[in-house]
């Protein structure tokens, strides 16, 4: 009877250990599964930039967030600039109203996501204006200087057309150039977008007066300096009389010229009659 006990609880115990070994595979296939969806994954979040009409991807930490300088800035397009609106993040529901923007710094993804742009609607009396002066100074006179400030609208530009220009002062003597920024020396183009106060001022230059036209004969222009008229081409007439005289002077030359031999020649005769003169005379 005993030994029929024993025979029993080793036949039991072999059973159980038969079927822990037969479920090992089944919990270590649990275990891993579990492993698996414990796991970090990452994940592609998409940004429909409608205001550029582009898509930009980015890719998640393990973490399921993304890095605050990953996140892109809506593009503000020229139809919702002129609807007073600006973007100030980025949803999954565009459509929804009452969804707000995400908050990148917290927000963990745990699937891949499509985003879309955000606007608000800006309160008009928030939306900053700016005054654009122009300036004109009389070249000769800084006393007599007119200025004419206009400003700027909800889109940053000037509400000027072809009938309220900004007046343009002429002054004697000068012509007008055109408006030019005090920042940098710009030209004014009409129809800009201004982000600041900015002065424009007028731009003069000094008329000049041209130069004498050449009278008949002359080489060079009249000096309005010193108004001395130019020299004529033509040659001075000469002094008829001065030209006599100077014949007569080279023909006097001439005549002195041919009688000097002559009477150095008789003078040469007149010692030589001397002296042989005087020979013979000393040999008597």
Excluded at 134 to 157: L, R
Aim: glycine content about 8%; overall charge negative; hydrophobic content about 35%.
């Amino acid at each position: 009877m005993v030994r029929i006990k024993r025979a029993c609880a080793v036949l039991a115990a072999g059973a159980t250990l038969a079927g822990g070994l037969a479920l090992l595979p089944t919990v270590a296939q649990a275990v891993e599964s579990k492993n698996v969806q414990t796991k970090a994954a990452t994940y592609t979040i998409t940004f429909n930039d409608t205001g550029a009409g582009t898509v930009i991807t980015r890719t998640t930490g393990t973490d399921g967030k993304l890095k605050l300088e990953d996140v892109p800035t809506p593009t503000l397009s020229t139809e919702l600039t002129e609807q007073n609106v600006k973007p100030d993040g980025w949803v999954e529901d565009p459509t929804n109203p009452d969804q707000h923007p995400i908050d990148f710094a917290n927000h963990v993804f745990t699937d891949n996501a499509v985003l879309y742009p955000h606007f608000v609607v800006l309160d008009p009396a928030a939306i900053p204006t700016y005054t654009v002066t122009f300036i004109s100074v009389n070249p000769e006179n800084i006393q007599d200087t007119y200025m004419d400030p206009f400003q700027t609208n909800s889109e940053g530009k000037l509400d000027i057309d072809e009938n309220t220009q900004p007046e343009v002062h002429n002054f004697d003597g000068y012509t007008f150039d055109g408006w030019f920024s005090d920042n940098g020396g710009s030209r004014y183009v009409p129809g800009g977008t201004y982000t600041a106060d900015t002065v424009f001022r007028a731009r003069y230059t000094k008329v000049t007066t041209p130069n004498e036209p050449n009278k008949p004969g002359q080489t060079a222009p009249a000096d309005n300096n010193t108004k001395q008229p130019a020299k004529d081409n033509k040659a001075p007439a000469k002094d008829p009389a001065k030209k006599d005289a100077k014949n007569n002077n080279t023909l006097a030359q001439t005549g002195a010229d041919a009688v000097a031999p002559l009477a150095i020649a008789a003078g040469l005769c007149l010692a030589a009659g001397i002296t042989l003169g005087l020979r013979r005379k000393l040999a008597l």
